[in-house]
């Protein structure tokens, strides 16, 4: 077993967080890095990039959203 796996099987077996903590959100910023808001929760850090820049694409003007992050709720919590 590498230390990769042996660190996942650890935190199978020990881990207290509720599982919610292990999704991710994405935060927008407009233009002035001025918070804009929320989106999620998502499975995956992947699902919520896919999300926001779909979402950047369909749904905003030009620069109206300018920046994101994408945070696992235990960050956040």
Known sequence: MTNKEAH???I???DTYPEHSHKWIVRTYTD???FYRN???FETKEEAKEF???YKVKYTTKRFIT???IQG???VL
Do not use: A, R
């Open 52 to 54: 926001i820049e779909n």
């Open 39 to 41: 989106f999620g929760t």
């Open 12 to 14: 199978e077996e020990n």
């Open 73 to 75: 709720i235990c960050d």
């Open 67 to 69: 920046s994101y992050s």
């Open 8 to 10: 996942y099987k650890w």
């Open 32 to 34: 002035k890095m001025i």
